[in-house]
């Protein structure tokens, strides 16, 4: 039997069953629903040359070849559905694009084949324009915000250890968010994947308790927020730790000092023109004599005026300050605790 599902219905059907994209390897490549799993009708070959015959001679030449391309895989598709659904029931979500033949065909053959088949109603393209829409809605966000090297990332996770909701943005970016953030990391997602992953823990979350966020902006890397979220996340409440500027220079000592040479100098090239030519300068020559604190300073110095602008940029959200001695994590996790229940307070009385 064939159901057909809404994108809302299918977060609920696809912790349970296996998701499958029947899409072509490079639709898959560029966004995919996580968790998904590939079982292309057409690879991507195929795929352009229905489409061509499509536009050249029309559906049905279009529908023949694509038959030719089908048939002898038919078998195949359900062994590899058997081996996907291997000691789990026989039941399966379905899409491709737009929820068109290419899923409404799979989703037939599986349905012969014996599997309860959910079919996605409007397909990945209903899914992308329903993440969008609901991304970020249904809970209080908590913002923290800090100049850069204030610790925040460790911040959260300290706040994840304690039992808080923490949605980890550059965690989920690959990218630590400023022109040096990709060192150290993984390949990013392309922005469609980042996207779709931010939704997907966003709707595990309960949504009767606040959720931590770091106070980004709207690009980390080479990835973007979401608007939607963007937007939402700015008109929260955020809470400000102030660090000392020392303490600061001596954490991105630790976190970047190990770092290659030239690949430090290749990062800080892309800002020298706003840094300035005789601070790039000066930064430089400090990287290649292992003086990094100066270095540090100087670009620091770039980020302090380009977050303070920012802040001003969004200056009718509330703003808790809160200033600390030390660069301890755990200890400025304990201190912003106290303040995040005061906000959460307010929002419910």
Not at 43 to 61: C, I, L, M, P, S
Not at 106 to 115: D, H, K, R
Not at 324 to 343: E, H, M, R, S
């Amino acid at each position: 039997m064939i159901y057909p599902v809404s994108p809302q219905q299918l977060f609920e059907l696809k912790s349970r069953f296996p998701v499958i994209d029947v899409r072509s390897p490079g639709e898959y490549a560029m966004g995919h629903i996580p968790g998904a799993v590939n079982l292309p009708l057409f690879n991507d070959q195929e795929r352009a040359e229905v489409g061509t015959r499509y536009k050249r001679a029309g559906r049905d030449a279009a529908f023949l070849i694509g038959l030719d391309f089908v048939g002898v895989k038919m078998s195949g598709f359900v062994k590899k559905l058997q081996s996907i659904c291997q000691g789990k029931p026989n039941e399966v979500v379905v899409h491709c694009w737009r929820g068109g033949m290419r899923s409404g065909s799979m989703a037939w053959l599986f349905s012969s084949a014996g599997y309860k088949v959910h079919l996605l109603e409007g397909g990945y393209k209903a899914y992308r324009a329903y993440i969008r829409a609901e991304s970020g809605i249904g809970a209080p966000m908590i913002v923290l915000g800090g100049m850069t090297g204030s610790g925040k990332t460790g911040i959260l996770n300290e706040l994840k250890k304690m039992g808080q909701q923490v949605i980890d943005l550059e965690g989920l970016a690959h990218n630590k968010g400023s022109v040096f953030g990709y060192l150290g990391q993984i390949e990013q997602p392309t922005n469609e994947q980042f996207e779709n992953n931010l939704y997907d823990e966003w709707v595990k979350l309960d949504h009767s308790k606040p959720v931590w966020l770091e106070d980004e902006s709207r690009s980390v890397g080479a990835v973007g927020i979401p608007g939607p979220f963007f937007d939402r996340m700015k008109q929260q409440s955020m809470i400000l730790i102030q660090v000392p500027h020392e303490i600061r220079v001596e954490r991105l000592i630790v976190e970047y000092a190990g770092f290659d040479k030239k690949m430090l100098i290749d990062a800080l090239t892309k800002i020298a023109q706003p840094i300035g030519g005789l601070a790039y300068k000066e930064a430089v020559v400090a990287i290649e004599e292992d003086r990094f604190a100066p270095a540090i300073s100087l670009v620091l110095g770039y980020y302090d005026k380009t977050y303070l602008k920012a802040l001003k940029k969004f200056s009718n959200r509330s703003v808790f300050e809160i200033e600390t001695n030390t660069g301890d994590v755990c200890q400025n996790a304990k201190l912003v605790l106290p303040v995040a229940d005061k906000i959460i307070s307010q929002l419910t009385h």
